[in-house]
């Protein structure tokens, strides 16, 4: 998934903590703040993500943050629900 989404659960990290929060990405898999403003094509993110969902993946693997072990299509379908239908 390398920076497209993150996993970060929990941190000892102080600075971490507050970074993550402030971007969206921390307590669960999620697409931060940060990277949704990157995008430029959201149209072309939403198909690539659809993709990824037809494949059924059993895990995630984050660059950043634990793996997604359990109900990975879930779990990356609700990290992505805020971009447009194509």
Known sequence: MTDLAFNVR???HLPTRLFMRLNGAYG???HSRIA???VRDRGA???TVDRL???A???LLPAHGD???AD???VLADAFAHLPAC
């Open 36 to 38: 949704r403003r990157m």
């Open 57 to 59: 993946p059993e895990r």
């Open 53 to 55: 969902l037809l494949l």
């Open 28 to 30: 669960g898999f999620a």
């Open 10 to 12: 929990t941190s000892d």
């Open 72 to 74: 990975a299509t879930r």
């Open 45 to 47: 993110l939403r198909r």
């Open 67 to 69: 793996p997604v072990e």
